[in-house]
């Protein structure tokens, strides 16, 4: 162990002393067992790299914490001895940093081991999980006992967990799709190794933790959400009772400018719940670029690809410009009655669309991905878009009114901006209920891009938060600079609830921006090239 630290040529944590981090890596081996604590370089690849645009960040070492008992112990050790922690659930957060941490030298808490599904309650429709659950291991576990329950996967990944997504307010597509929304009741170990139950939990033997979100006195739950005051080690989330019908309603539009109609037609109809699901809005391009060679040969990298090659894929694929995929759910008679409803009101305000068949579409990977989306069948297709462009992503996903014209306005901003920097606008609006999430792929070769993708990134970000638009997540290189876009007094409640939470700040420094000695100010901390 001794050789091995000392080979890692200091990827320390910032402050500490080889021989302070090696009594760290002591204690922490005493917790967990040997096998579960390593500084091995070869270890700690996966740890250090996302398909994101920054060169690895390295942390010093992993520690596999088998029970929340074990966690507790960690975090004691850690803030007597300053060691900076970063924890992780399944660890896919692709495209968002997945393993990585802001700092190097964190020590990763690797909690995937513990993947125990507490309890799955038919009646009252929830599920309580530890990090390590998976949604795959979840959809077996319901179907294995045939129980008439769906989960909201997200779209990226089967291997991905409830509990880590929810935690980084990751969205989906059924009815449940705004995951922080429909969980319920957390178990936190909080930085000085107690444990906080939240809401209704707060009762000793509470008999209402996971069903009553409010419980008595403030809301904590959202504090222990896009920060860094707490490592969450259960979670409580609903789960949608299977509906005896439902109907995916897939759609094209044939223009560009057609995005205008398209929303404003989706309005109404997401705000009464009419569509309940999240409905997709893809481009053309974000398709094509999961089942379509990019054409190197027509762009040499450094143009956006041709308008006539989109749309001469796109026709083979059943895909128009815009590809509008929808479910309603409920009895037979009201799924057929308000499927049929849909239709009208997309025939009167939309012309141009073209419904489709939806049997005949799911021999589409894209279509049939985005049917099992709002089913709750964790589906990969969006994992191969990564190859397209040489293996980079970094998604730019800000918010927006769901209105067309602010959908439009939103391509006018980000389209040029891409094509500045030689890269192509892979985008896609999915209406929630009173906004669109506007969730744009900035795919990029690596290493070669990466640069030129850190720009973008910036000039995309810093244009969005300039018209007032802010992201609702962002991957960690960005974390620091989103932060430094928000108000003074927000920074400011922040920090002081790290120091009163984190006083010593070991936990996940610079997660969204936060430390404890204080959130970064405005355009502040600029370095190598981008904002880390
Ligand atoms: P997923 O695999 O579902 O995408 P991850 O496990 O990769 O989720 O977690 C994403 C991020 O969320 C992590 O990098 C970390 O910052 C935060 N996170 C994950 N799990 C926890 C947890 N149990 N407690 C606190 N923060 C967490």
Redesign the pocket.
């Known amino acids: 162990m001794a050789h091995a630290i000392a080979s890692r040529r200091a990827i320390l944590p910032r402050g500490v002393s080889p021989r302070t981090f090696a009594r760290a890596i002591r204690e922490f081996t005493e917790i967990v067992g040997g096998r579960n604590v390593s500084v091995s370089p070869a270890e700690l690849v996966p740890y250090a790299h996302d398909v994101i645009m920054v060169p690895p960040i390295w942390p010093s070492a992993v520690v596999r914490p088998g029970s929340v008992e074990e966690i507790q112990r960690i975090v004691r050790v850690a803030g007597a001895l300053r060691i900076p922690l ?9 495209a ?6 802001v700092d190097p030298g964190n020590v990763i808490v690797d ?1 995937a081991r513990m993947n125990r599904i507490l309890e799955v309650n038919e009646q009252l429709a929830y599920a309580v999980v530890e ?1 390590g659950v ?1 949604y795959a291991q979840l959809y077996k576990h319901l179907r294995d006992r045939n129980l008439p329950l769906w989960l909201d996967p ?1 779209a990226t ?1 089967p ?7 929810t ?2 307010r ?1 969205v989906g597509y059924t009815p449940y799709g705004e995951h922080f929304l429909f969980s319920c009741g957390m178990e ?1 170990v909080l930085p000085d190794g107690r444990l906080l139950r939240t809401g209704s939990g707060a009762l000793p033997g509470s008999r209402t933790w996971h069903i009553f979100k409010w419980g008595f006195g403030p809301y904590l739950d959202g504090l ?1 959400t896009a920060s ?1 005051y ?4 259960k979670l409580g989330i609903w789960l949608m009772p299977e509906p005896p019908a439902h109907q995916p309603i897939l759609m094209t539009c044939p223009r560009e400018d057609d995005i205008v109609a398209i929303m404003d037609v989706l309005r109404p109809l997401k705000i009464s719940h009419t569509l309940p699901s999240a409905v997709v809005v893809a481009h053309a391009l974000l398709a094509l670029a999961a089942e379509a060679e990019y054409p190197w040969h027509l762009t040499g990298g450094t143009r956006p690809v041709p308008d006539g090659w989109i749309r001469e894929e796109a026709r083979k694929r059943m895909l128009g410009i815009w590809n509008i995929a929808g479910c309603v759910y409920g009895s037979p008679a009201t799924v057929a009655e308000t499927a049929a409803a849909v239709r009208r009101t997309v025939a009167a305000a939309l012309p141009q669309a073209t419904v489709l068949d939806v049997e005949e579409a799911r021999q589409s990977p894209y279509w049939d991905h985005k049917v099992r989306n709002m089913t709750g069948v964790p589906s990969m297709v969006e994992y191969s878009r990564l190859s397209w462009r040489g293996g980079g992503n970094a998604f730019v996903a800000p918010v927006v009114p769901l209105f067309g014209e602010e959908a439009r306005r939103h391509m006018e901003i980000a389209r040029p901006i891409f094509w500045r920097h030689g890269f192509d606008y892979i985008g896609e609006f999915i209406a929630a209920t009173r906004d669109q999430h506007h969730v744009m792929m900035l795919l990029h070769k690596q290493p070669d891009e990466m640069e030129r993708a850190m720009r973008c990134y910036r000039e995309l970000t810093d244009a969005f938060c300039d018209e007032g638009y802010l992201p609702y997540r962002t991957n ?1 290189a960005f974390m620091e600079h989103t932060m430094s876009r928000l108000d003074p007094v927000f920074r400011d409640v922040c920090v002081r609830i790290k120091r009163a939470l984190d006083p010593h700040g070991i936990l ?1 420094p610079g ?1 969204n921006g936060i430390r404890v000695d204080g959130a970064p100010a405005p355009r502040s901390r600029r370095r190598r090239g981008g904002t880390r």
Do not use: C, D, H, Q
């Open positions: 970063w924890p992780l659930s399944t660890g896919k957060n692709i968002y940093g997945r393993m990585m941490a909690l990090p998976t997200p990944a291997g991905a967990g409830p509990l880590g997504n935690v980084e990751g936190v222990f860094n707490g490592i969450v080690t960690v996940a997660k």
